[in-house]
């Protein structure tokens, strides 16, 4: 390196300034005691004035200004050095030499206060214009003092102090890492505390590097201490440690629980196995506590050989120590093995005992909570609980799952993934003991150590029963419970808006109610919005518009924009319910809507609202029952209709377009004499027909349907209109329209809705090649086509219509259907599957029947007889379904667990199974291992499936083989349905119990299990 004096001292002016500014810089970035540093930054920033000003003075290249600078140069180093020092360090280890940074900052900057002094009184004269400046700010900088904060010192000292006593428990252990982590930033997760100490021993291991014992051996201490926390394990550490444990008592019988203590274990003193073990001078060893008392009360003698000591300072025995702690690993897991044998033991009192271990272990040593649930024994009372019916067994177990997730994220965690949740809620419901340990311990599942767990929230939201019960309890006499089940309650609303709904269908919704009715008028808007997105159930609409909800909307109607909007949307939720349409017409809500729907200027949204509401109030058949005035006087219903069908000719007002046909549909489907004011009046069919080319596939969907609604209630509407000649035609070409498959759409979607009794528009269909343009479609048709096509083919295969059955299966749509179990849409899987259930209802009239001739063995052997119709069969002749190879999709269609395709496929498979010759058809669906998948529908399928799969169940059970082979499987899900509550569906429970007694009658057992349940 060059040489100082050889350097021009404008050089090194200029290069000081620079490093003044770069370390000022970088000490802003330092995150920890970043007060001092800032500090520091800023006595360097005020120093560059200076600098730069002997820069423009022209600096006197004299020996006393050169060791001025040479000295603040040095200074100014030392401060960028430590600066990097302490930039990127562990957090933990800056906290506990908290002290000794603010003193090295401090230290620093007052040694560049010095060298500014000495630069200064170099250079006065140069100076002479900022003397003031300069000498105010060497003197600041020389009487620096900086200060860690109270909060850091006091934590420091807390851990001295530990370290010095000793203290080693580790609820010590976790008081500390927590205070640490907290303080400085850290979550306080095992993941990010492994990190954070693993930093941590690397400064351990440069300290060691520096040679620097002592401070080896306080951060080896402070590290020993930390580990101890529940937070800082090592989650894979703890299951080896474990593992290694259990490996070692596979030599002890399976029938102990714990091993005898070494005598070496005993205290001299207090003849208990020792926690912390000290050695004297002497080689005796005791318990610290128990010698620290013994010298305390004045002893000076040996307590095992009572020998005067000389020396009464104690060492810690940390190799026996180790040696202690390793024989309670063993015992621990001795008893953790115990327990788990207890409690698969399936009886009630060896499962209490197993909880009581469980809970004294947890007691003794939270890494308990650690090894149960790795030895699986968290899952294990999980599934107790949910099995058993004993309230002891139930309310222990919810204790000790308390104890099991409180304060350990893991655990929590693995309660929640094992369906802990679905096991814990219905203990919401049951006697005050077991739902106050269930809402205690959900309690403690919602909370982390940064307030409540939004992911487990949201879980819980999603338990429908979950809102049910604790509003129960909310409103229960346990005033604990009562207290913890609103503050989740409150938590689960503030989580999710949906949430208040349930609330509210649980007979909690007086609070948003009241709001509407009497709330100021932000906080009405904000409820009525939150109404609006909610989703009611009819129990719900019903309830809210007993409260009262229903007139402050209405008067609502009147404001602004946006409390119409809000508003109208609320009360087209409302008129779900027949109640509430009855409340809004009593109102007189019908004529103020529909003259806001014709006002001058209103706003399109408006307008469809309004139609929204009406379209509600045609609906379910109620037709023109509620559009009256507030006095019940029948409104004059023509001006409706014709201002209906007004919006249909204004192509700019497509969200209106569609509720006012909905609208329409609902009126028209009241009177058949409004279907003729409709039609002839209101010139409804020219009106509708154009709407079949509406680019919204909904517009299109009601408008078929009140074309096929005018084709039901008037003759000179669209049968009669269709039969004309080339009209049919023309709606042929439609389906033949390759490049237009919204048209084809469309067409299909009129022909499907069209009535099936019209045998001739059938008939004159298939003559007009309608048949085979709508086979085209479901070759090479959008998927949204072949939907529509493959509902308008329902009219060609009607069962009792064999002629059309026969052209269907002829002109090649059997293998069409069948691929569309496979491929397509929902939608067209399900129709595929109930046309394929169509043809094979006709199968067994149309099977010929086998008679043999000769030697019936030898014939028999020759000639392929259907196993399902028992005779000879084939795809066209009989539309059998087995030789159209479609049974293994029908049963592939159940496995997907899709209900709408399910539901078609079970209707379609029970045409297999004939009353006459149910054995025959039930060892088809044998086969076809058709049988555990409708088995399965009773586990996830809706009430509706469940009863299609129960009713091919009670045809399929009648063989007793099939009982027999499936009966022990039937029975246990039979059982979860019979067992249903009274506010479930008792039929489906019913119908459940029939099938249950079904088996019953083959059953082995000498106990029928339909008499207990009966009972």
């Known amino acids: 390196m060059m040489a100082l004096e050889l350097i021009p001292i404008g050089t090194i002016l200029a290069l000081l300034t620079n490093q003044v500014i770069?370390?000022?810089?970088?000490?802003?970035?330092?995150?920890?005691?970043?007060?001092?540093?800032?500090?520091?930054?800023?006595?360097?920033?005020?120093?560059?004035?200076?600098?730069?000003?002997?820069?423009?003075?022209?600096?006197?290249?004299?020996?006393?200004?050169?060791?001025?600078?040479?000295?603040?140069?040095?200074?100014?180093?030392?401060?960028?050095?430590?600066?990097?020092?302490?930039?990127?360090?562990?957090?933990f280890y800056l906290l506990v030499k908290c002290r000794n940074i603010v003193n090295e900052v401090q230290e620093v900057t007052r040694d560049i206060g010095r060298s500014l002094a000495a630069l200064s009184l170099a250079n006065t004269e140069l100076l002479t214009g900022?003397?003031?400046?300069?000498?105010?700010?060497?003197?600041?900088?020389?009487?620096?003092?900086f200060e860690a904060s109270q909060s850091q010192l006091d934590i420091v000292e807390k851990l001295n102090q530990g370290l010095k006593e000793q203290k080693l428990d580790q609820g010590f252990a976790n008081d500390m890492l927590e205070e640490i982590a907290r303080a400085v930033g850290v979550p306080v997760e095992p993941s990010e505390i492994s990190k954070e100490l693993a930093s941590f021993r690397k400064e351990t291991e440069e300290a060691a590097?520096?040679?620097?014992?002592?401070?080896?051996?306080?951060?080896?201490?402070?590290?020993?201490?930390?580990?101890?926390?529940?937070?800082?394990?090592?989650?894979?550490?703890?299951?080896?440690?474990?593992?290694?444990?259990?490996?070692?008592?596979?030599?002890?019988?399976?029938?102990?629980?714990?091993?005898?203590?070494?005598?070496?274990?005993?205290?001299?003193?207090?003849?208990?196995?020792?926690?912390?073990?000290?050695?004297?001078?002497?080689?005796?060893?005791?318990?610290?506590?128990?010698?620290?008392?013994?010298?305390?009360?004045?002893?000076?003698?040996?307590?095992?050989?009572?020998e005067t000591l000389e020396d009464i300072s104690l060492r810690s025995n940390h190799p026996l120590r180790q040696s202690i702690e390793e024989w309670r690993e063993l015992n621990y897991c001795l008893q953790i093995r115990s327990s788990k044998a207890k409690l698969l033991s399936g009886v009630d009192l060896s499962v209490e005992e197993a909880l009581s271990q469980m809970q004294d272990l947890m007691r003794?040593?939270?890494?308990?909570?650690?090894?149960?649930?790795?030895?699986?024994?968290?899952?294990?009372?999980?599934?107790?609980?949910?099995?058993s019916h004993n309230r002891d067994v139930k309310r222990k177990i919810l204790i000790t799952l308390k104890d099991v997730v409180e304060g350990h994220a893991r655990n929590k965690e693995k309660v929640v993934e094992s369906q802990g949740l679905d096991h814990i809620i219905p203990c919401l419901g049951r006697d005050s003991s077991i739902s106050k340990a269930a809402v205690e311990l959900l309690y403690e599942l919602l909370q982390d150590r940064s307030g409540w767990n939004a992911s487990v929230c949201r879980k819980l939201s999603q338990k429908c029963s979950t809102i049910l019960f604790l509003v129960t309890l909310m409103k229960g006499p346990v005033r604990e419970s009562a207290e913890k089940a609103e503050k989740i309650l409150m938590k689960l609303c503030d989580e999710?808006?949906?949430?208040?709904?349930?609330?509210?269908?649980?007979?909690?919704?007086?609070?948003?109610?009241?709001?509407?009715?009497?709330?100021?008028?932000?906080?009405?808007?904000s409820m009525v919005r939150s109404l609006v997105s909610m989703e009611l159930v009819d129990q719900n609409i019903m309830l809210l518009g007993e409260e009262g909800v229903i007139p402050p909307l209405l008067e609502m109607t009147s404001r602004d924009f946006e409390s119409k909007e809000l508003s109208l949307s609320a009360l087209v939720k409302l008129a779900g319910c027949h109640a509430n349409k009855e409340r809004i017409s009593a109102a007189g809500g019908v004529p103020l809507i529909l003259k806001l729907m014709i006002s001058p200027h209103v706003r399109t949204i408006i307008v469809a609202k309004c139609a929204e509401l009406l379209e509600k109030l045609s609906s379910n058949d109620d037709g023109i029952k509620f559009f009256v005035d507030e006095n019940g006087a029948r409104l004059e219903l023509e001006p409706i209709?014709?201002?209906?069908?007004?919006?249909?000719?204004?192509?700019?007002?497509?969200?209106?377009?569609?509720?006012?046909?909905?609208?329409?549909?609902?009126?028209?489907?009241?009177?058949?004499?409004?279907?003729?004011?409709?039609?002839?009046?209101?010139?409804?069919?020219?009106?509708?027909?154009?709407?079949?080319?509406?680019?919204?596939?909904?517009?299109?969907?009601?408008a078929i349907s009140l074309l096929f609604l005018f084709s039901q209630h008037e003759p000179e509407g669209v049968v009669e209109y269709l039969l004309k000649p080339r009209r049919l035609e023309a709606l042929v070409g439609f389906l033949e329209n390759d490049n237009k498959g919204d048209t084809q759409m469309a067409a299909a979607g009129l022909l499907a809705n069209l009535p099936k009794s019209e045998v001739s528009l059938t008939m004159k269909l298939i003559e007009l090649d309608g048949l085979n343009a709508l086979l085209s479609i479901l070759r090479s048709g959008t998927m949204e086509a072949k939907e529509n096509a493959l509902s308008a083919l329902f009219r060609f295969t009607d069962p009792t219509n064999l002629e059309s059955q026969r052209t269907v299966v002829e002109r090649g749509a059997y293998p069409l259907l069948v691929n569309f179990l496979r491929t397509g849409s929902v939608?067209?899987?399900?129709?595929?599957?109930?046309?394929?259930?169509?043809?094979?209802?006709?199968?067994?009239?149309?099977?010929?029947?086998?008679?043999?001739?000769?030697?019936?063995?030898?014939?028999?052997?020759?000639?392929?007889?259907?196993?399902?119709?028992?005779?000879?069969?084939?795809?066209?002749?009989?539309?059998?379904?087995?030789?159209?190879?479609?049974?293994?999709?029908?049963?592939?269609?159940?496995?997907?667990?899709?209900?709408?395709?399910?539901?078609?496929?079970?209707?379609?498979?029970?045409?297999?199974?004939?009353?006459?010759?149910?054995?025959?058809?039930?060892?088809?669906?044998?086969?076809?291992d058709a049988i555990p998948a409708i088995l399965g529908v009773l586990t996830w399928g809706t009430s509706s499936l469940k009863e299609e799969a129960l009713g091919l169940l009670e045809k399929v059970f009648v063989p007793r083989e099939m009982v027999e082979y499936y009966g022990s499987t039937a029975r246990i899900l039979l059982v979860g349905l019979t067992g249903r509550s009274i506010h479930e569906d008792g039929h489906l429970g019913r119908k459940a119990a029939r099938v249950l007694s079904q088996i019953e009658r083959y059953s082995r057992s000498s106990t029928s299990l339909v008499p207990a349940l009966n009972g």
């Not at 329409?664 to 027909?689: F, H, M, P, Q, Y």
């Not at 010929?848 to 019936?856: M, N």
């Not at 392929?864 to 005779?871: E, K, T």
């Open 364 to 387: 003794e040593n939270s890494i308990n909570k650690e090894w149960i649930s790795i030895g699986g024994l968290t899952d294990i009372i999980v599934s107790i609980l949910g099995n």
């Open 641 to 702: 209709i014709i201002n209906l069908f007004r919006f249909q000719q204004n192509p700019s007002s497509q969200i209106v377009r569609r509720p006012a046909l909905r609208a329409l549909l609902g009126i028209c489907k009241s009177e058949a004499g409004l279907v003729k004011t409709a039609v002839l009046t209101a010139n409804g069919v020219s009106l509708v027909l154009p709407l079949l080319d509406n680019s919204d596939p909904e517009i299109r969907e009601i």
């Open 827 to 928: 939608t067209v899987k399900a129709r595929a599957a109930a046309l394929i259930g169509n043809l094979s209802m006709s199968s067994p009239k149309l099977t010929v029947r086998y008679k043999p001739a000769g030697c019936w063995h030898f014939r028999r052997a020759r000639v392929h007889l259907c196993p399902a119709h028992a005779g000879i069969c084939s795809v066209t002749a009989s539309f059998c379904l087995l030789e159209a190879k479609a049974l293994p999709d029908l049963v592939k269609l159940l496995q997907e667990e899709v209900h709408a395709t399910a539901y078609e496929a079970i209707q379609t498979l029970s045409t297999l199974v004939r009353e006459e010759s149910p054995y025959d058809g039930a060892n088809v669906l044998h086969d076809a």
């Open 496 to 525: 999710d808006e949906e949430n208040i709904s349930c609330a509210a269908k649980s007979d909690w919704y007086k609070p948003l109610i009241d709001r509407i009715v009497k709330g100021p008028e932000p906080s009405r808007i």
């Open 22 to 91: 770069k370390t000022a810089q970088a000490a802003k970035d330092v995150v920890f005691e970043k007060e001092s540093f800032n500090a520091l930054s800023k006595h360097l920033l005020d120093i560059e004035p200076v600098l730069k000003e002997l820069q423009l003075k022209n600096l006197d290249d004299s020996q006393a200004a050169r060791v001025a600078l040479e000295k603040l140069e040095a200074d100014v180093k030392k401060a960028n050095n430590l600066v990097e020092k302490y930039k990127n360090r562990a957090r």
């Open 130 to 145: 900022i003397s003031d400046q300069v000498n105010r700010l060497q003197n600041e900088m020389q009487r620096v003092e």
């Open 209 to 306: 590097n520096r040679k620097e014992r002592a401070e080896v051996f306080f951060l080896e201490q402070v590290i020993e201490l930390l580990s101890r926390a529940d937070a800082a394990r090592d989650y894979e550490e703890v299951k080896k440690q474990y593992f290694q444990r259990i490996q070692a008592i596979e030599r002890f019988d399976p029938r102990e629980e714990s091993i005898p203590p070494l005598k070496s274990f005993i205290c001299r003193i207090n003849r208990t196995v020792m926690v912390d073990p000290v050695s004297l001078c002497t080689g005796t060893t005791c318990e610290r506590v128990a010698i620290e008392a013994w010298f305390e009360d004045g002893q000076r003698t040996d307590p095992e050989t009572g």
